[in-house]
T-cell receptor
Framework: GAGVSQSPRYKVAKRGQDVALRCDPI?????LFWYQQALGQGPEFLTY????????KSGLPSDRFFAERPEGSVSTLKIQRTQQEDSAVYLC??????????????FGEGSRLTVL | DAKTTQPPSMDCAEGRAANLPCNHS???????VYWYRQIHSQGPQYIIH???NNETNEMASLIITEDRKSSTLILPHATLRDTAVYYC?????????????FGTGTRLTIIP
């Protein structure tokens, strides 16, 4: 499809397990973002890539969270030793980042993580 | 980025105009006002943005006060599908500072 694709849509993990969430941005989009959205809250910024470079990771809540985008397209958010407080929807967004763009971010539908 | 203040919830009758207010009194001269909405179980969706002039597109109109300290998003003829959480976001110029900082938004419910 033409939109941002995320997988899996739903993930249940036992506390202590590692999880990996995948994001396929819109083809050609330079910028890629990860957000975390807890129940009833607005999305909170985690990290930002421009091509393969991770330019901002100020929102990652702990060193258990790691994101990569090695070839400047697909990105993976990895959470090690999951905790119950990691339960949330993880949203990925991409942007073309051209001078004449609106600055619009295109979001995927998210990956809902539940840690038991 | 400047912070925004929105009412937590609003109702609007179907077919009427929905007017969603946002205060951003600390906005600086190069910051844009963006509006996104999030329908249940979906990712946020861009609606509109503006700097200081009023803007209109196929989805909505954005009215920004002359001092730029507040704005109103207008959905001219609300439908049931417009029920969503609406986020008002202030952000720097779109090239170089693309991160969006969401608040808790306004939950808009369209009443049949």
């Amino acid at each position: 499809g033409a939109g941002v694709s995320q997988s899996p849509r739903y993930k249940v993990a036992k506390r202590g397990q590692d999880v990996a969430l995948r994001c396929d941005p819109i083809s050609g989009h330079v910028s890629l973002f990860w957000y975390q959205q807890a129940l009833g809250q607005g999305p909170e910024f985690l990290t930002y890539f421009q091509n393969e470079a991770q330019l901002d990771k100020s929102g990652l809540p702990s060193d258990r969270f790691f994101a990569e985008r090695p070839e400047g397209s697909v990105s993976t958010l990895k959470i090690q030793r999951t905790q119950q407080e990691d339960s949330a929807v993880y949203l990925c967004a991409s942007s073309p980042r051209t001078l004449d763009s609106t600055g619009e971010l295109f979001f995927g539908e998210g990956s809902r993580l539940t840690v038991l | 980025d400047a912070k925004t203040t929105q009412p937590p919830s609003m109702d609007c009758a179907e077919g009427r105009a929905a007017n969603l207010p946002c205060n951003h009194s600390t906005i600086s001269g190069n910051e844009y006002v963006y509006w996104y909405r999030q329908i249940h179980s979906q990712g946020p969706q861009y609606i509109i943005h503006g700097l200081k002039n009023n803007e209109t597109n196929e989805m909505a109109s954005l009215i920004i006060t002359e001092d730029r300290k507040s704005s109103t998003l207008i959905l001219p003829h609300a439908t049931l599908r417009d029920t969503a959480v609406y986020y008002c976001i202030v952000r720097g110029s779109n090239f170089g500072n693309e991160k969006l900082t969401f608040g808790t938004g306004t939950r808009l419910t369209i009443i049949p």
